[in-house]
C-alpha cells in the first residue's frame, strides 16, 4: 500500500508537466514579411507626406531627433519611462524604456511615395557602480504600424485638401 502512495505523487506530477509543456512558438517572421507590415505606399507628392509623418510622429508624442527632406530619413524617440521594478531598485538597478522610430520616404514616382517604419523598444539599465546595458527589440506588431499608417494617411489627405 505504501507502493501505491509513493507511486500516486509521481504520476500525478508527470500529467501536471506535460501540461505545462508550452506549445511551439511562431516561427520568426521573413524580412520579407517584416518589411511588408513596415512598408505602406500614399499617393502625394513627397513634400506633403514627408511633412505629414513628421506631423504624425510629433502628434503620437515622438520627440524628431533628426529630419532630412532630401533623404528622406527621420528619426524619433519617445520620452524615457521609469520601469525600475521593485527587485531591480533592491539590486541598485535603474531600467529606462523608450521606443525608438525611423522613417523613410522614398518617391516611387511622382505624386506616389513608399513610407517605412521601424519601431524599436530601448531598455536601459544602469547601476550604482557605473555599469550600463541597452537592449533593443523590434517590434514586430502589424496593429501599431497599421494605426501610424492610418494617422499618417489621415494627414496626407488632409494636406492634399488645404
Known sequence: MNKKFIALPIVLSCIFLTGCVSPNATPPMTSLQIQAIQTKNFDADKKTTFNAVVSVLQDLGYIINSASFETGFI??????QNDTGFLDALGGVRREQRVAVT???EEMKPNQNRVRLNF???VK???RNGQQANDDTPIQNPTIYQ?????IGEAVFIRKAN
Open 75 to 80: 528619426t524619433a524617440e519617445s520620452a524615457t
Open 103 to 105: 522613417a523613410s520616404v
Open 120 to 122: 524599436v523598444t530601448r
Open 125 to 127: 539599465r544602469s547601476a
Open 147 to 151: 494605426n501610424a499608417f492610418e494617422k
